[in-house]
């Protein structure tokens, strides 16, 4: 299953809302979930089963969407959010997961 | 708290092999599902390979399935990468991860294999 992510880029101010989208190549159900990743870190679990925040994620990111289009919003940038963003989906679990390609989040 | 640790990765020529331990701790390592997942540099992230509980049932991602080994010693708290044939396009950080049935909330801070002559 290929997963799209668009944009490529969003540049965005501090206090704005970031939508990013991620369309898959097939129906994965609500198996999808969002990360983060900042330069030289490993990526952080957002959100999972495509609008479940993980343990410890702020309430300004929700995640949207089934079958094969998904959303995740940051509902008002904080400077830390500018980083890139990963979706992937499971349904297939535990063989054939993939990610992907990403959005950056950068500052305007 | 959970803590992964990645180790063994290093510049290796093309054909030969390497092999990457993961220390797991903070968390019962026999309960838990394990994955590797890697990233080229300035690439995105790509999912390689899966290992239930008890090392019975393991998957492959296509571009690596016959070169590379997954396995584990429970005793030890450890997960393994044995990779042989490496090729150029190898080349990335692998990170060993916590498989939540397909969410990764764990992971390492990853280790860079480099493939070049």
């Known amino acids: 299953i290929v997963l799209t992510q668009s944009p490529g880029t969003l540049s965005l101010s501090p206090g704005e809302r970031a939508t990013l989208s991620c369309r898959a190549s097939e129906s994965v159900s609500s198996y999808l979930a969002w990360y983060q990743q900042k330069p030289g870190q490993a990526p952080r679990l957002l959100i999972y089963?495509?609008?479940n925040r993980a343990t410890g994620i702020p309430a300004r990111f929700s995640g949207s969407g089934s079958e094969t289009d998904f959303t995740l919003t940051i509902s008002s940038l904080e400077p830390e959010d500018f980083a890139v963003y990963y979706c992937?989906?499971?349904?297939?679990?535990?063989?054939?997961?993939?990610f992907g390609g990403g959005t950056k989040v950068e500052i305007k | 708290q959970v803590l992964l640790v990645e180790s063994g990765g290093g510049l290796v020529k093309p054909g030969g092999s390497l092999r990457l331990s993961c220390a797991a701790s903070g968390f019962t390592f026999s309960d838990s599902y394990m994955s590797w997942i890697r990233q080229a540099p300035g690439k995105g992230l790509e999912w390689v390979s899966f290992i239930d509980r008890s090392d019975a049932t393991v998957y492959y991602a296509d571009s690596v399935k016959g070169r590379f080994t997954i396995s584990r010693d429970n005793a030890k708290n450890s997960l393994y990468l044995q990779m042989n044939n490496l090729r150029a396009e190898d080349t990335a950080v692998y990170y060993c991860a916590r498989d939540g049935g397909g969410n990764y909330a764990y992971w390492g801070q990853g280790t860079l294999v480099t493939v070049s002559s």
């Open positions: 992937q989906q499971r349904i297939s679990w535990p063989r054939e997961l993939t």
């Open positions: 089963d495509a609008s």
